[in-house]
């Protein structure tokens, strides 16, 4: 478990799934938790009461929301989240499985709303008091392949194709500049065999 500089470490290990939409994460976290029932799994924009409730704004096709405020919402829904659950659980000894954590932001807010990758990772390192993943799942889709599973009912899977392309260009980016962390997954793949590969690189976990 990695965290800013001064702050104690967790006991337990924060597991992230990433990916756009209609890539299979969430198929894949309901996969790992019912493999690793020890696991807790939340998602993100969501998991405790205030975060659920951001949730609903942010993916309200029927609002207008400035670029800016929906980076910052999603900050605000994962501070919450962080620090009454997911703090908690770690600090138990817990593993936590979270469907989607700030690489999601540096991704969509910071790549695909043209934000900037490094003023969004300086939002949520504040939002999260330093804490990073000990290992991220990055189920990877083209931008076709995400387009053709997406059922296009939130706000934000009905950003258009050059939206997902600089999306899936940012997770690219951010796998290969942290290769420690991170392990690609070939979302094109039947289910089982991405859940396959998930475990075997959960269970090489120190």
Do not use: C
């Not at 939002?123 to 804490?131: E, K, Q």
Request: glycine letters at 10%.
């Amino acid at each position: 478990m990695r965290v800013a500089s001064g702050a104690l470490a967790p006991r337990g290990r924060l597991i992230t799934v990433e990916g756009i939409d209609g890539a299979g994460k969430s198929t894949l976290a309901e996969g790992l938790v019912t493999a690793l029932p020890a696991v807790t799994l939340l998602r993100e924009p969501g998991g405790v009461a205030l975060s659920e409730r951001i949730r609903t704004l942010v993916k309200d096709p029927g609002l207008t929301v400035d670029p800016r405020a929906e980076a910052l919402l999603y900050a605000a829904a994962r501070a919450q989240l962080v620090h009454e659950r997911v703090l908690p659980l770690l600090e138990e000894g817990r593993d936590v499985l979270l469907d989607r954590f700030v690489d999601s932001s540096l991704a969509y807010q910071g790549a695909g709303r043209g934000l900037g990758v490094d003023a969004i990772a300086e939002l949520n390192r504040f939002a999260t008091a330093g804490l990073r993943p000990a290992l991220t799942l990055y189920v990877r889709v083209t931008p076709a392949v995400g387009a053709a599973r997406r059922e296009g009912t939130d706000r934000l899977e009905q950003a258009g194709a050059a939206f997902f392309a600089a999306v899936v260009a940012a997770y690219d980016a951010l796998a290969a500049a942290d290769p420690e962390r991170y392990v690609v997954l070939d979302g094109g793949r039947p289910p089982a065999e991405v859940l396959a590969s998930a475990l075997t690189a959960i269970r090489a976990m120190p």
